[in-house]
C-alpha cells in the first residue's frame, strides 16, 4: 500500500510538473516567436563598427598629419576634443562614422581633405547582461569583436536546463526594442556565422521544458527515496 501510495504520489507529482513544464516551455516559446515576429522581421546584428561609449580609449590618426594624430578619451559627456579641432560628439557613433565627423570638422579650416582613422582601443564602457540558462548570469564587461558564443562563455556557459537552439540577442535601438533568435549548434558547427555583441545587448539563454522536468522530476524522486528507504 506504501509502495502503491508512493508510486501515486510521484506519478501525480510527475504528472503536474510535466504540465506546468509544458506550460512553461510553450509559453516561452510562444512569446518569443510572437516578439521576434513583431521586431525582427528584418533584423540580424550587424557585424560592423563598435559603438563608442563613455571612457572609451581611442587611437586617432590623420594620416601624414602627426600632430593631429594618437590616443584620446572619450570624457563622461561623450566627447573628445582634438587639438586645431572643435568637441567633437564620440558616444553614440560608430569608429567610422567619428572619423568622418573628425575629417569634417578639419576640412573646414585645417587640413584639406584629411584622410582620418579611428580604432578603439579600450572598451571601457562595453558591458553586457547574460542572463536565462546560463551558469553564472550577470553583468559582463566585452571588448570589440565580442561575438556571441563568447559572450555565453562569459558567463561559464549554458547549464543543464538550457535549450542551446534558442539563444537571443536583445538590442534597445532608439527605434524600438529587437530581438535575434540564434542555435548555438548550427554556429558551432558552422552554418551560421557567429554574430557580435555590443553594448548594452542583453544576451537570452532559453530554457528546456523537458530538461527542466527531467531535472526536477529527478529530484523528486530522490527526495521521496530519502523520506521512503
Avoid: W
Avoid at 504540465?19 to 528584418?42: E, G, I, K, V, Y
Amino acid at each position: 500500500y506504501v509502495t502503491f501510495s508512493k508510486f501515486a504520489f510521484v506519478a501525480g507529482v510527475g504528472l503536474a510538473m510535466c504540465m506546468c513544464a509544458a506550460s512553461h516551455f510553450t509559453s516561452t516559446a510562444a512569446a518569443q516567436t510572437l516578439d521576434t515576429a513583431a521586431t525582427n522581421a528584418s533584423y540580424t546584428p550587424d557585424n560592423g563598427d563598435y559603438v563608442i561609449g563613455a571612457q572609451d580609449s581611442l587611437d586617432v590618426q590623420v594620416f601624414d598629419v602627426p600632430a593631429l594624430s594618437g590616443a584620446v578619451q572619450v570624457d563622461n559627456t561623450g566627447y573628445i576634443a582634438r587639438p586645431l579641432c572643435v568637441r567633437v560628439k564620440a558616444a553614440g557613433s560608430t569608429t567610422s562614422q567619428l572619423a568622418t565627423t573628425i575629417g569634417t570638422e578639419l576640412n573646414k579650416k585645417y587640413v584639406k581633405d584629411p584622410v582620418v582613422s579611428v580604432t578603439m582601443k579600450d572598451a571601457a564602457s562595453q558591458k553586457i547582461t547574460v542572463a536565462g540558462s546560463v551558469a553564472k548570469p550577470g553583468l559582463y564587461e566585452i571588448k570589440p569583436n565580442t561575438t556571441l558564443t563568447q559572450a555565453v562563455a562569459m558567463a561559464s556557459g549554458p547549464d543543464q536546463v538550457a535549450d542551446v537552439h534558442e539563444v537571443a540577442i536583445v538590442r534597445n535601438p532608439a527605434e524600438g526594442r529587437k530581438v535575434a533568435v540564434y542555435d548555438l549548434d548550427d554556429i558551432n558547427e558552422g552554418h551560421v556565422t557567429d554574430p557580435l555583441v555590443h553594448a548594452n545587448d542583453e544576451v537570452v539563454v532559453n530554457v528546456s521544458g523537458l530538461r527542466k522536468f527531467v531535472r526536477d522530476f529527478g529530484s523528486v524522486v530522490g527526495v521521496l527515496g530519502l523520506l521512503h528507504p
